[in-house]
C-alpha cells in the first residue's frame, strides 16, 4: 500500500471518506443526467420522484423508493440506470457512460450517504463556489517571526518569509519618484502628472503614501482599468447586434 493511500486512510474517517465520494461523483452524476425531470425545479417532475434531497429519494416516485440503502435489487434507481427493463431506462435517451452506473451501484450498495436535506438544491458550481477561500471563515495564522529592516507590518512578515523561502530577497527600497510612477500603474494603468511627483516628493508626512493610495482607490481611472478585466471574466463584447 503506498505511503499516500496509508495517509488518506488515517486521515479520513469513513463518513468524510463518504462525503467525498458523494460530493465528486454521485452529486454531479445526478444533477448532470437526472435533476432535469426530477427535481424541484424541474418544468415537470417526472414519475412523481425528486432526486435532488434525501428524503425525497428514499421516498422514490410513483412506483416506490428509488433507493434501498445497500440493496441493489430493489434500488428502482439502480434497476432503471442498467437499461434491463424496457418500461424504465434511465437516463430515457441515453444510457450513462459505466463509470457513473458503477459509481452509482457502489454508492447504493455501502449504504447511500446522503447529506442532501429538504433545503432546496444547489448546484454543483454553487456547490464549489461555495468551497471557494473568500467564503472562508476568517483565521488569525501566527505571525512568522523573522526578522528583516525590511518589515513594517505583519504583513511584511508573512511576505518576507516565503520570499525567503523561494530564495528571493528584498530588493532596494525605491525613491519616491519611483514609488508614486509605480503605485499609478498599478492601480490605474496611467502615469502621474508631473505636479502629482512633486506634491508627493515635497510632502514629508508619514502618510503620504497612503494618501496617494487611498485617492487612486477612489479615483474614476481605478474603476475603469480593472473594469475591463472584469469585463473579460464575465465575457462581455460589443456585437454588431
Ligand atoms: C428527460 C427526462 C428524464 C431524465 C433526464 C431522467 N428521467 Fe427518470 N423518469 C422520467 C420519466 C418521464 C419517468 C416516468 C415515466 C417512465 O417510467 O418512463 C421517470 C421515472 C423514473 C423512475 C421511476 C419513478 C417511479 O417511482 O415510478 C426512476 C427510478 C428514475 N426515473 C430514475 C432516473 C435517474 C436515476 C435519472 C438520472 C440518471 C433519470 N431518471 C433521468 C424522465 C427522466
Given at each position: ?6 495517509l488518506?486512510?488515517k486521515?479520513?474517517s ?10 465528486s ?6 444533477s448532470?443526467y ?18 435532488d ?18 440493496d ?6 439502480i ?14 435517451k441515453?444510457?450513462l457512460?459505466?463509470?457513473a452506473i ?10 447511500a ?5 429538504d ?8 456547490a ?25 507590518n505583519e ?11 523561494k ?11 519611483t514609488?508614486?510612477?509605480r503605485?499609478?500603474y ?12 512633486e ?19 477612489s479615483?474614476r481611472?481605478f ?19
Amino acid at each position: 500500500m503506498s505511503v499516500v493511500m496509508l495517509l488518506a486512510l488515517k486521515g479520513y474517517s469513513q463518513s468524510s471518506q463518504d462525503q467525498q465520494f458523494f460530493e465528486s461523483k454521485i452529486r454531479p452524476i445526478l444533477s448532470q443526467y437526472c435533476y432535469d425531470c426530477h427535481s424541484s425545479k424541474s418544468a415537470k417532475i417526472k414519475g412523481g420522484l425528486k432526486l435532488d434531497t434525501k428524503d425525497s429519494t428514499l421516498k422514490g416516485g410513483n412506483t416506490g423508493p428509488a433507493v434501498v440503502p445497500k440493496d441493489l435489487d430493489k434500488s428502482l434507481l439502480i434497476k432503471s440506470i442498467r437499461y434491463t427493463d424496457e418500461d424504465l431506462s434511465m437516463p430515457p435517451k441515453k444510457k450513462l457512460p459505466d463509470d457513473a452506473i458503477k459509481d452509482l451501484e457502489r454508492w447504493v450498495s455501502t449504504g447511500a450517504y446522503d447529506p442532501r436535506n429538504d433545503t432546496p438544491t444547489i448546484t454543483v458550481s454553487e456547490a464549489l463556489a461555495r468551497k471557494h477561500w473568500s467564503y472562508e471563515p476568517l483565521r488569525r495564522p501566527p505571525v512568522p517571526q523573522v526578522q528583516s529592516k525590511w518589515i513594517n507590518n505583519e504583513i511584511d512578515s508573512f511576505i518576507f518569509l516565503s520570499a525567503k523561502n523561494k530564495g528571493i530577497l528584498p530588493s532596494q527600497e525605491a525613491d519616491k519618484k519611483t514609488l508614486i510612477r509605480r503605485v499609478y500603474y498599478t492601480l490605474t494603468g496611467l502615469p502621474p502628472t508631473i505636479e502629482e511627483v512633486e506634491a508627493f516628493v515635497n510632502d514629508p508626512s508619514t502618510d503620504a503614501y497612503e494618501k496617494i493610495v487611498n485617492n487612486l482607490l477612489s479615483s474614476r481611472a481605478f474603476g475603469e482599468k480593472w473594469a475591463r478585466h472584469w469585463f473579460d471574466t464575465s465575457r462581455y463584447s460589443d456585437t454588431t447586434g
